[in-house]
């Protein structure tokens, strides 16, 4: 431990001289070429460092700016967690609730045995399955194959020749493979007839009853009541930061900007003519009101009257575009007008992109016409649904990533008691990598963070003491450590949970160099080095070092403070005030909640 009263130089001999003389040796092992595209690193001023370990500094500083960095995604508990979703996780249908199944054949042959033994049914390979269009090739196909029959929006009929359905509706096809009555002596051909239906519909088939209710079947994960399928799960679709996971609404943020309508228009009284949309302002002869112009034509309404008598529907339009295609007219002069198609993403979206161009600096912020909103689809959840309908133990990975750390402790805690034998088998490595994480996490004293809480939020002690957690989980040997003050806003509780965790980074055989002044820390250490003996020009002295017991038997202004011999007066008589009191009240946020 280094420690001494401020500015004593604790932070130069640790920082600027000891951990830069490391990293200047670390940058020496490279080729000359690689180093020049690295910078030069100065060599520190000083005569002579021997015997340096290679130096990490785990600094106060938050990590990351990026919102997809998550205290889940730094310390790799999230990515384990994902893991054991997509391995051990029961998937439910999103539609109805039901736990979804997949089946072997040998499974699907026996449930059908069982369920319509002595009963006729109609043995179905889904070919379309809620879309639209007229599929007279797909007719065709079914009918060059040899098929008779097909199943289509709940009613069998023959297949023939030059077949169509309409094109404007949503249809449900299926090919009928076999009718058969079901019974133990023609189990061949229902075997058969099953494999040829799975093979046509890839690994999912429908069974018509007398009554032509309708069951799946399918060798991977559906809903056997409303027949919705999933993917196999795969750890990505667990993941916001990968596309098979990602809320398609939100991109995995949890987020969206959305138009801010009260700030688009302040005014709803004015007409867009003059000056309704702030963004734009009266008009003008530029191309945005020749687009409005056009728009106006297309969807019929008027620049001219007051926005809040404009339909909805047309406003919509106006702030967040249109599908369809806006040809817009432009007169230059009498002779010469052009006609240009354009897609229309709403004024904000047009603005923004027109700023970008130009590189506007005059141009109003369009960030001040966007809301924040948590994202209507996921819910903030940033998954897509059917990630967030795969459950372990009930569980969802969301929810369990909205746990503080010590509650997910006890999640874990026995989970294996709650898990079926065959998940247990899987789980096993995975769950002790999430244990042995969390384990580092609460010994760093975090175990009110939880795992979605975003990198970018955390203070800097929080970053370092997660960084700490990430080093004590990578077990490395024969490295200095550097830490500046890591007891900083901790419990005090928390602080010998923390010395504690440095004494184990250094059992692991390491060395662990903390600036600190706190009273604990310097008496755990085993060798103390105090700065003195002042501040700035008066300091840079090594005024005594040794075992805490060596120091104390010195005398220096550190020691007077350890002792009790010197202490931080109370100050007797504190500011009045003014009679006047700010409250905040139910104030939540990351880490307060409604204090
Ligand atoms: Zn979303």
């Known amino acids: 431990v280094i420690t001494g009263l401020s500015g004593s130089g604790k932070s130069s001999l640790a920082f600027d001289t000891i ?6 040796r ?21 005569d002579k460092v021997s015997g340096l370990s290679p130096v990490i500094a785990i600094e106060q500083k938050t990590t990351s700016k990026n919102p997809r960095s998550t205290v889940g995604t730094i310390t790799e508990i999230y990515d384990f967690m994902r893991l054991l979703f997509a391995r051990t996780g029961d998937a439910y249908s999103y ?17 059908i045995f069982e369920k319509f033994d002595g009963q006729p049914i109609n043995i179905m390979a889904p070919a379309v399955k809620g879309r639209k269009g007229h599929y007279r090739e797909l007719f065709e196909q079914i009918r060059k194959q040899g098929y008779l029959k097909v199943w289509i929006d709940g009613a069998i009929a023959d297949v023939e020749p030059k077949m169509q359905v309409d094109r404007y509706k949503i249809h449900d096809i299926d090919i009928v493979v076999d009718r058969l009555v079901v019974s133990e002596k023609d189990s061949k051909r229902l075997y058969t007839s099953v494999q040829a239906a799975l093979k046509l519909a890839k690994g999912i088939i429908r069974i018509a009853d007398k009554d032509n209710n309708v069951s799946y079947f399918s060798k991977y994960l559906m809903d056997p009541v409303s027949g919705i399928s999933y993917d196999e799960p795969q750890p990505n679709t667990f993941s916001f930061n990968s596309p098979y996971g990602a809320c398609e609404k939100c991109n995995g943020l949890g987020y969206i900007f959305e138009i801010d309508e009260l700030a688009v228009i302040p005014n709803p009284k004015l007409s867009i003519q003059n000056g309704g949309l702030a963004p734009l302002g009266e008009y003008r002869e530029t191309w945005i009101f020749q687009v409005l112009k056009a728009l106006a034509k297309k969807f019929e309404f008027s620049l001219t009257v007051p926005i809040e008598k404009l339909e909805r529907e047309k406003l919509d339009i106006i702030l967040n575009g249109t599908e369809e295609k806006i040809n817009v007219a432009v007169e230059y002069n009498k002779w010469n007008v052009q006609n240009y198609s354009i897609n229309f993403e709403g004024i904000i979206k047009m603005l923004e992109e027109q700023q970008e161009r130009r590189n ?5 912020d369009m960030e001040n016409y966007r809301v924040l909103r948590t994202c209507p689809v996921c819910d903030g959840a940033r998954l897509k649904k059917e990630s967030l309908h795969f459950k372990v133990d009930n569980k969802n990975i969301f929810e369990l990533a909205t746990m503080d750390i010590s509650t997910l402790k006890e999640w874990y805690d026995g989970l294996e008691d709650r898990l079926t034998e065959r998940q247990n088998v899987i789980a096993k490595e995975i769950l002790k990598e999430i244990r042995a994480r969390i384990g580092f996490l609460l010994d760093v004293g975090l175990s009110y963070l939880t795992l979605d809480r975003t990198a970018k939020t955390l203070s800097g002690g929080e970053a370092q003491r997660i960084r700490l957690a990430t080093q004590i989980g990578s077990q490395l040997m024969n490295v200095m450590y550097i830490l500046d003050e890591p007891s900083i806003g901790l419990h005090q509780r928390d602080n010998e949970r923390l010395i504690n965790a440095l004494k184990n980074l250094r059992d692991l055989g390491n060395t662990v160099l903390v600036v600190e002044h706190d009273k604990d820390m310097i008496l755990e250490a085993d060798h103390v080095i105090d700065m003195g003996p002042a501040a700035g020009v008066h300091g840079g002295e090594i005024v005594a070092q040794g075992t805490p017991a060596e120091l104390l038997a010195r005398h220096t202004l550190t020691t007077s403070y350890i002792n009790g011999e010197r202490s931080i007066a109370v100050p007797e008589k504190r500011r009045e005030g003014n009679g006047k009191i700010l409250s905040l009240k139910k104030a939540t946020g990351h880490n307060l909640k409604k204090v």
């Open 360 to 364: 506007d600096e005059g141009m109003d």
């Open 95 to 111: 539609a109805t609730g039901e736990k979804m199944e997949r089946m072997s054949e040998d499974q699907i042959l026996r449930t």
């Open 19 to 24: 951990y830069a003389e490391g990293q200047r």
């Open 26 to 46: 670390y940058m020496e092992t490279f080729s000359a070429y690689s180093r020049q595209f690295m910078g030069g690193m100065e060599r520190p001023d000083v």
